[in-house]
């Protein structure tokens, strides 16, 4: 097998995808797919009432999850093990992505986010997430 990078990981199947743009957003390369907005908006059917596309209305965020795992899940050690092993890799990423990766650990618990950070040398302040 071929050699890999970070992004696509050893188990790709496409080629190694370095080529190709990724397929997410947001995202830090240039010339990739952004949000649709409101052009991709459905249209309300009738049925028996209306329906269409809403925003959840339940607690369950993008970091309640994670919170719940690293606070409540995690012994004090998987705590420091998890920092240790995430600051590793990301310590060679460019600056912005330490800076925005690190601005949602903050999201996820304010001190995985800070020692995270400090780890890295991130810039939280200013961070576009």
Known sequence: MG???IRDGPMTVQGNGDKHATN???NSTAGTPVEGGAAYKWSPQTLSGEVGRYPHAHPNDNYEQPRALFNKTFTEQDRKDCIANISGPLSKCRQDIKDRFCAHLIKVDQRYGSEVAKNVGA??????I
Request: proline content about 8%; charged content about 15%; hydrophobic content about 25%.
């Open 3 to 5: 050699s890999y990078n």
């Open 24 to 26: 997410y957003e947001p």
């Open 123 to 128: 810039v939280l302040q200013g961070a576009k």
